[in-house]
């Protein structure tokens, strides 16, 4: 069976990946990679790590991780284009240029990415990344409108569940206008 190299950025679209190829006309030995260098900030990295494992380990799948907190290498490859679209853009090359080079180093015939499965993500430029890094590591990339995959529950059941993108600005974006975390609490 080919194996298809699944870049994850977390359990649950991990989750909602898995659901989306095993419906996949082909059959694919699914090899995780945990890549992702925009996740902020380190317990934040270290939480969502932690759930991909226990999903790893309840599906019984093979996890190739890289455990570099990669804050630096983010802020390098953002850095002078912190707006949206643009950050977005260079986060995507950079996790999936990545994900394609482990994927020709894994043996992988293709590989893709939990990015599909979300709601929030600029589907366009994920599959313009997907490609030009599948162009450059000669393996193709496998770009499938998941956002409607429902996560096996027996799989996700319980695991961390984030409230943000990933990277500081997200953090920011997701909380600059809740008043949760202030004190005093406001006048009603
Ligand atoms: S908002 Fe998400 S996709 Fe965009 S740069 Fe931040 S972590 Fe990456």
Redesign the pocket.
């Known amino acids: 069976m080919p194996r298809m190299l699944i870049h994850a950025?977390c359990a649950h679209c991990l989750g909602k990946t898995l659901t989306g190829l095993a419906a996949e006309a082909e059959s694919w030995e699914p090899v995780v990679f945990w890549g992702?260098p925009?996740?902020?900030p380190l317990l934040e990295w270290r939480r969502r790590l932690k759930a991909v494992k226990m999903l790893i380990e309840r599906a019984g799948l093979e996890l190739v991780a890289d455990e570099t907190y990669g804050l630096v290498e983010?802020c390098r490859a953002?850095h002078g284009h912190e707006a949206?679209?643009e950050?977005?853009?260079?986060?995507?090359a950079?996790?999936l240029g990545r994900a394609a080079r482990v994927a020709r180093e894994q043996g992988c015939a293709a590989f893709t990415s939990t990015?599909v499965t979300s709601r929030?993500?600029?589907h366009v430029l994920i599959r313009q990344a997907g490609d030009a890094a599948a162009e450059e590591e000669g393996i193709p990339f496998l770009y499938r409108d998941w956002r409607e995959a429902e996560a096996p529950a027996h799989l996700v059941k319980m695991l961390y569940h984030q409230q943000?993108?990933?990277?500081?600005?997200?953090e920011y974006?997701r909380y600059k206008n809740t008043t949760t975390h202030l004190w005093p609490r406001p006048q009603e």
């Open positions: 950025c992702n925009n996740i902020h983010f953002v949206v679209p950050r977005c853009a260079r986060c995507y950079l996790r990015l929030h993500q600029d943000y993108c990933g990277c500081v600005f997200s974006d």
